[in-house]
């Protein structure tokens, strides 16, 4: 099992930044993709950026170029720099984490999100 905690979220003005952080617990974090997806009101949760566990990014069009991904397997976390912020950008964030091996190949894991919003 995997326990996964965001922090970071808030209000930011257009064309700011906020960095999310996902603190793992709970298993071998370095066995595991981690990836950030978002949910905004009355659409679909839908992939932002993720990082593999052996470090190759995969990331959606909206956000090249702004938002970038990181992990530190030493401190079990993974963190989303989100730069040149859009009002569209305003979603629930949720931390993923997704099983490259051992007991629970396969399996996903979410934490509870965290809410960005972009607003003046």
């Known amino acids: 099992q995997v326990q996964l905690v965001e922090s970071g979220g808030g209000l930011v003005q257009p064309g700011g930044s906020l960095r999310l952080s996902c603190a793992a617990s709970g298993s071998d974090f370095s066995n595991y993709n981690m990836g950030w997806y978002r949910q905004a009101p009355g659409k679909q949760r839908q992939l932002v950026i993720r990082?593999?566990?052996?470090?190759?990014?995969d990331l959606s069009d909206s956000v090249k170029g702004r938002f970038t991904i990181s992990r530190d397997n030493a401190k079990n976390t993974v963190y989303l720099q989100m730069n040149s912020l859009k009002p569209e950008d305003t979603a629930v964030y949720y931390c993923n984490a997704h099983s490259r091996g051992g007991y629970d190949y396969g399996m996903d894991y979410w934490g509870k999100g965290t809410l960005v919003t972009v607003s003046s």
């Open positions: 990082v593999t566990s052996g470090g190759n990014r």
